[in-house]
C-alpha cells in the first residue's frame, strides 16, 4: 500500500524568504500522480501543483514549485517571496495512475505540514 | 461556476440521530468523492461515485451511505450517529480519472 509522509509538523517564515516544505512517499508503482494542497483557516482545500511521475521537469506555478526526485520517493515544495496569505496547513497527497490497472480514485494525503508566515 | 458546494457549514448531532450531508457541483464532473478529516491528520475516502447511478465504498465507509442519482449531486447520509464519526466531511470532484480533484468547502460535524 502507498503512505505518504509529511515529517514536519509546523514551520515558520519570515515574509519575503523562501521556505521548502517535504514530502516522502512510498509506493511500489511507477506512474503516479503527486499533489500539494493548502488548506487556510477556512478549511477550503486548495490545490497548489501538481506533478506526473512521468515527467522529469518539475511543476512550477507562479512562487510554488516543486523538487521532484523520483529515485529517492521525494516531492518537497518550495514557496519563494512567502506572503502573509501562504499561511496554511500545507498536504502532500499521492494518486495513483490508471494506467496501473483498475480504478485510481483514492487520494492518499500526509498528515500534514503548518506554516507560519511572519511579518 | 460556484464549483462544489456543501451544505450545511456545521452541525451537532446527538448519538443516534441521522443526516444527510448535501453535495452538489455544477462542472459536469463525472467523479465525486467524500473525505473526512480527523484532527491532525490528512483526509481519509469515504465513498466516491464515478458516474450517476454508480457508487463504491473508499477506505471507511462504515456507518455512511451514499447516493448517486444526478451529475451534479452526491449527498453522504450518516443513518446512526456516533462520536467517533465527529469530524470535517469534504466533497470534492473531477472530470475525469486523471484529472485533478477540486474541494468544497467542508462540512464540520460534531456528535454528542
Known amino acids: 500500500a502507498q503512505t505518504v509522509t509529511q515529517s514536519q509538523p509546523e514551520m515558520s517564515v519570515q515574509e519575503a524568504e523562501t521556505v521548502t516544505l517535504s514530502c516522502t512517499y512510498d509506493?511500489?508503482?511507477?506512474?503516479?500522480?503527486l499533489f500539494w494542497y493548502k488548506q487556510p483557516p477556512s478549511r477550503q482545500m486548495i490545490l497548489v501543483i501538481r506533478?506526473?511521475?512521468?515527467?522529469?521537469q518539475n511543476a512550477t506555478e507562479n512562487r510554488f514549485s516543486v523538487n521532484f526526485q523520483k529515485a529517492a520517493k521525494s516531492f518537497s515544495l518550495k514557496i519563494s517571496d512567502s506572503q502573509l496569505g501562504d499561511a496554511a496547513m500545507y498536504f502532500c497527497a499521492y494518486r495513483s495512475s490508471f494506467r496501473n490497472g483498475g480504478a485510481t480514485n483514492k487520494l492518499i494525503f500526509g498528515t500534514g505540514t503548518l506554516l507560519a508566515v511572519q511579518p | 461556476n460556484a464549483g462544489v458546494t456543501q451544505t450545511p457549514k456545521f452541525r451537532i448531532l446527538k448519538i443516534g440521530q441521522s443526516m444527510t450531508l448535501q453535495c452538489t457541483q455544477d462542472?459536469?464532473?463525472?467523479?465525486m468523492y467524500w473525505y473526512r478529516q480527523d484532527p491532525g491528520m490528512g483526509l481519509k475516502l469515504i465513498y466516491y461515485?464515478?458516474?450517476?447511478?454508480?457508487?463504491d465504498k473508499g477506505e471507511v465507509p462504515n456507518g455512511y451511505n451514499v447516493s448517486r442519482s444526478t451529475t451534479e449531486d452526491f449527498p453522504l447520509r450518516l443513518e446512526l450517529a456516533a462520536p467517533s464519526q465527529t469530524s470535517v466531511y469534504f466533497c470534492a470532484s473531477s472530470y475525469r480519472l486523471e484529472e485533478t480533484q477540486y474541494f468544497g468547502p467542508g462540512t464540520r460535524l460534531l456528535v454528542l
Open positions: 509506493t511500489s508503482e511507477s506512474d503516479y500522480y
Open positions: 461515485s464515478v458516474g450517476a447511478g454508480i457508487t
Open positions: 506533478q506526473e511521475a512521468y515527467k522529469q
Open positions: 462542472m459536469n464532473h463525472n467523479y
